[in-house]
């Protein structure tokens, strides 16, 4: 199944609901009133993509085709074109269907530090094997650092995994200083040469305080011990996550300095179309989607993609 | 929890009544309402019927023409969010006399395996005997992680090597080795699904069919969107759920979910998680949940948490000493680990009417962290001597400097200390003295008092029995005095 497909089978339930809820409405002849425009504000809504955006996308709309007879196509293409422009940004961000690595920052010289977190259960452990994996794939060495010492088993978990995946993991007994968990990975990852050393960290909501100031000493710790690290600081976020991800974004970007975000669980019928409110606020694109429970459903994220494939056959 | 859509609600009702209310307005400030509902997660279209359903009681005569229509018009959303939410029965039946089967579904990270400690604790806590199954073969720790979690509350956990068995053989299994060691409530913790996963829905179903669960109930994250509505239907039509526990209520999530899912599937809300730690899960009741929303407080909640985890003896020998005006630093401190037993500062306050609102001014000032602060306090009464705590008179110049070095706080924050329990201690002695009816007036003094940022308790200079103590009345009757002397001079001048 190519990665077109596999975006396009992922999504049908994105699109199922824009679609009939939409297209119907703007055929050709249909007149564009309030109503109509109101029911396709619903379908927005509908894939989490947040009031402003909708609306934003409602408002243009308004003005370019309102109280006219519209013809779907044209009207289609302007929100494409309206959330591919959202989601690409400014050109901030590659995403080379050629490189898996594209959207990846890497270090000059030296190993690439790379941080993830997020909060409780929006499928961390899960992501960073799944990009263990596909470094792997790439050719690159990759260490683990199972800094998620609080949960019960997070490190059996994280240890399972890299015995699946046949490389090397720093781990420290639970209860442990995570931050030194950190530093003892891009230890390990600098004496044994390798390329790329994760670290996992601990589930923490957005709102405690402490937990953060705990995140911001493990992205100065990863700095302290390979200058200019972490290089990536990914926060991972469930597609079934509401307007909270806006929230999420944002205060782990304070912590940790976000420098992407990975969209996990976007095989369900959720949409992820906070993503679309966390660009347009924040900034902060999309590099990778999560698309299953197997180590291979992980893939580049591709803005026009993601687009087409929310209205390949309208 | 709900503070954004707090936040938003009470913007949007004082829009509307602020000025004459009218029909148009009422509609505006609905509109802002269904606004603060999306962006809080709300399903779209609960929002709309919920709007609808306001203000078409909203615009009616008798609201517009009552005498105070905004209160009228609060009162319409509290009663709509009650319906939204409720009627809401929490607890859980116990069965006597036969095994009690729950079954916990839900999504991946949902925080089922959690939610099942909780729930283990809190029925133990009741008077249970329960057992947990490890019926989660799927993710990688799974059972490791169950495993932890019955040994930190002391709940036996049954698994069995995730390569020889299957969920249903396990949940069987389970049952019989309850059965055995005289457990009555069984928890089967099975593994998170899609809810368009044919296959592991199927699994569910026969899980189901198996066991019979009496009660089916579904974890589901508070922080969910517009999704919550649609995985809560799957879940209910594969197995016809007795309720819904949220989890995650803990964080700035505006809880959208919780006022869709019951509304769309009819399914009530059991419980709520609100913290990682095992004790951290709440019944839920709408009515004191739409208090909450409106930023009415929950005091019945906040009573019934003080009940269970406060030292009832503890308590009461706190008070008898308070009134009899002994009360130290030491006795302090313990009140101090008595509250935070409660949760945190930040947290009780919203449970106070109005108290939202203070929380929020709290967090816009900076540095007033009221947890923050109590930490400090305690560093600070936690060194000094056990000598000083009994008798604080006793701290001169260099003692604070030594305890202020002790805490890593600063001296004149070590006086401040001192200075606000000696105006406490002082106002518990005059209190004593005081009948019930003027302790419950000083208290309310007090509390005005407490709203009134950086005020503090001043003791008042104890002053002679004899006479008034006001400034002015005493210049007065001084002066008096010296034209009454001044008089008598004159007057024996005159005699000679």
Known sequence: MGLFDRFKSALTKTKDVLRTDVRDLLKAGVILDEEKLEEFHRGLIHTDMGVTAAGAIVDELREKFGGRTVEPDKVWAVVKDKLKEILRGEGDCRWDLDDPLSPLKLADSGPTAILVCGVNGVGKTTSIAKLANFLQRAGKTVVLAAGDTFRAAAVEQLTMWSERLGCEIVTKPSGADPAAVAFEGCDRAAETGADIVIIDTAGRLQTHQNLMQELGKIHRVIGKRLPGAPQESLLVLDATTGQNGLSQASKFSEAAQCTGIVLAKLDGTAKGGVVVAIRQQMGIPVKYVGLGEQIGDLALFSPDDFVDALFADV | ?496
């Open chain 2, 1 to 496: 929890m709900f503070e954004s859509i707090t936040q938003s609600l009470t913007d949007a009702i004082g829009t509307m009544t602020r000025g004459r209310l009218t029909e148009s307005n009422i509609r505006d400030g609905m509109r802002k309402v269904r606004q603060a509902l999306l962006e809080a997660d709300v399903n779209y279209d609960v929002a709309k019927s919920f709007t609808d359903r306001v203000t078409e009681q909203a615009v009616g005569d008798q609201v517009l023409k009552s005498l105070k229509p905004e209160q009228q018009i609060v009162g319409i959303v509290y009663q709509e969010l009650v319906n939204l939410m409720g009627p809401a029965e929490s607890g859980i039946d116990l069965r006597r006399g036969e095994m009690t089967v729950l079954m916990m579904c839900g999504l991946q990270g949902s925080g089922k395996t959690t939610t099942c400690g909780k729930l283990a604790r809190m029925l133990r806590e009741q008077g249970a005997k329960p057992m947990l199954v490890a019926a989660d073969l799927q993710r990688p720790a799974a059972i490791e992680q169950l495993k932890v979690i019955g040994e930190q509350i002391d709940v036996p956990v049954y698994s069995e090597p995730p390569s020889e068995s299957t969920p249903v053989k396990v949940c069987t299994n389970g049952r019989k080795e309850a059965n055995k060691q005289g457990c009555d409530v069984l928890i089967l913790d099975t593994a998170g699904r899609l809810h368009v996963d044919d296959e592991l829905m199927g699994e569910l179903t026969r899980i189901d069919n198996k066991l019979m669960p009496h009660q089916a109930l579904l974890v589901c994250d508070a922080m969910t969107g517009q999704d919550a509505v649609n995985s809560a239907k799957s879940f209910n039509e594969a197995l016809e759920l007795d309720g819904v526990i949220l989890t995650k209520l803990d964080g700035d999530t505006r809880g959208g979910a919780a006022l869709s899912v019951k509304a769309v599937t009819g399914v009530p809300i059991k419980f709520i998680g609100v913290g990682e730690q095992l004790d951290r899960l709440e019944p839920f009741y709408a009515d004191r949940m739409a208090q909450r929303i409106l930023g009415h407080g929950d005091v019945a909640t906040l009573l019934e948490t003080a009940q269970r985890v406060l030292d009832q003896e503890e308590m009461a020998a706190q008070q008898e000493k308070m009134l009899a005006g002994k009360f130290t630093l030491d006795d302090f401190l313990k009140a101090m680990s008595q509250i935070k037993k409660l949760g945190s500062m930040g947290g009780l306050l919203k449970m106070l009417p109005g108290g939202g609102q203070m929380a929020q001014a709290m967090e816009a000032m900076d540095g007033a962290d009221p947890d923050r602060d109590l930490g400090r306090v305690e560093a600070m009464i936690r060194s000094m001597t056990l000598d000083e705590r009994q008798n604080p008179d006793r701290i001169d110049r260099s003692r604070r400097n030594r305890i202020a070095r002790g805490s890593g706080t600063d001296p004149a924050e070590v006086h401040d200390l001192l200075k606000q329990f000696d105006g406490m201690a002082g106002m518990m002695q005059q209190m004593a003295g005081l009948s019930k009816k003027d302790q419950l007036r000083q208290v309310q003094a007090m509390q005005k008092e407490m709203v009134n940022p950086g005020a503090s308790i001043h003791r008042k200079k104890e002053r002679s029995k004899r006479g008034p103590t006001d400034k002015n009345v005493i210049k007065d009757r001084r002066k008096q005095e010296r034209k009454r002397a001044k008089d008598a001079r004159k007057k024996n001048r005159r005699r000679r």
